[in-house]
C-alpha cells in the first residue's frame, strides 16, 4: 500500500511467513529448525518479531508446548497459499533454466496438430530448441518406444500402461477428391464406389492405409491402387495435381484448397489424436507440453 507517495512498511516478511509455515506443517520448533536448516533460536525469534509486528500472540504455552491461537492457525491457512506459490515459482524457474538449453524431439505423421501444438508451446518457452521428424505411423510410433523422439502427435494409437497421453484433437478418416471430381459435391461416398476409379493409396506403416485395408476385407472389396505414396502430404499433392483420390484425417492438412473432404460410409468412427510419451522418463520439457494441452482451452 502507498501512504502518501510512499511505501507502507508491510508488519511481516515473507521468511517470517515460511518460518510460521513450516512451524505448523512441521508441528514444533525442533523439526521446523531442521526442515530450513537455521537453529531453533533463529525460529524464535523470528516468531517473537513477527508477533510484536503484528500485535497478536501466534502460540501460547501449555506446559511445555507451544499452541497456535486462532489467530495463528487462520494466518497459517494463508501462508501455505504463499508457500506454495513460492514453489511453483521456484519449478518455473528452474523449468526456465532447464529450456535454455533442452531441445524437444517430436514425431509427426502429418502437419495438424501438431506443428500448432509446437508453435503454441514455443510462444511459452521461445528458448527452447524443438526438433520435428516426420514419418508414417508405424515409423513415428517406434521412434516414441525406441527413445529416438520425446513425444509422437498421432491419431488412433493403441493404448498401453507404457506410455502417458493427452488427447489434442478429434479425426475421421475421409476421402480426398479434386475439386471438380464428381465425388466432390457428395455428402458421403461408399468404398464400393472407389473400385473404377484412379486410387491413391499409402504404402506400408499407414495407419490410415491400414484402416482402409480393413475396411475393404469386412466389405470382401478389392482394389488396385495406381499410386502410392510414403507420406500424407504427398497425397495431397497428389489429388492437387488431380491424380486420383486418396485417403487421409480430416483435420491433419494445414493447405485448404486444392481438394474436397468427403466422409466414407464403412468408415463413420471418430479417433482421438494424442500428444504421447514414454512414462518412466523423467523430462521437465514433455511435462510441460503436457501441462499446456490442459491450459490452452
Not at 494466518?75 to 533442452?102: P, Y
Not at 477428391?177 to 458421403?188: K, Y
Amino acid at each position: 500500500m502507498k501512504d502518501g507517495g510512499h511505501m507502507t512498511k508491510k508488519p511481516y516478511t515473507y521468511n517470517q511467513l515460511n518460518i510460521l509455515n513450516s512451524v505448523l506443517e512441521e508441528g514444533n520448533y525442533t523439526q521446523a529448525a531442521k526442515r530450513l536448516g537455521v537453529s531453533q533460536s533463529a525460529i524464535s525469534q523470528a516468531l517473537s518479531t513477527l508477533e510484536n509486528n503484528l500485535g497478536f500472540k501466534l502460540f501460547m504455552q501449555r506446559g511445555r508446548h507451544f499452541v497456535p491461537t486462532d489467530y495463528c492457525l487462520e494466518l497459517g491457512t494463508l501462508t501455505s497459499k504463499v508457500q506454495a506459490v513460492e514453489d511453483e515459482l521456484d519449478q518455473l524457474i528452474q523449468r526456465s533454466k532447464v529450456f535454455e538449453s533442452a531441445i524437444l524431439k517430436v514425431g509427426l505423421c502429418s502437419p495438424l496438430p501438431g506443428t500448432e501444438i509446437i508453435k503454441q508451446f514455443s510462444k511459452r518457452y521461445p528458448k527452447l530448441q524443438t526438433e520435428i521428424y516426420f514419418g508414417n505411423f508405424h515409423e513415428t510410433f517406434s521412434r516414441v518406444v525406441n527413445g529416438q523422439v520425446d513425444v509422437g502427435i498421432l491419431a488412433n494409437v493403441p493404448k498401453g500402461d507404457k506410455f502417458q497421453f493427452k488427447k489434442c484433437a478429434t479425426q475421421r478418416l475421409v476421402a480426398l477428391c479434386s475439386p471438380n471430381h464428381a465425388f466432390a459435391s457428395r455428402e458421403s461416398i461408399s468404398l464400393t464406389e472407389l473400385a473404377t476409379e484412379t486410387v491413391i493409396f499409402r504404402t506400408h506403416g499407414s495407419t490410415t492405409q491400414k484402416l482402409i485395408n480393413e475396411a475393404l476385407v469386412k466389405i470382401n472389396l478389392e482394389i488396385t491402387p495406381t499410386y502410392i505414396v510414403n507420406t500424407q502430404e504427398s497425397v495431397y499433392d497428389a489429388v492437387y495435381q488431380n491424380l486420383g483420390v486418396g485417403f487421409a484425417w480430416s483435420e491433419s492438412a494445414i493447405r485448404k484448397g486444392g481438394f474436397v473432404k468427403v466422409p466414407i460410409a464403412e468408415l463413420p468412427s471418430d479417433y482421438d489424436e494424442v500428444v504421447f510419451s514414454l512414462k518412466n522418463v523423467n523430462n521437465l520439457v514433455v511435462s510441460a507440453l503436457m501441462n499446456s494441452l490442459d491450459t490452452s482451452g
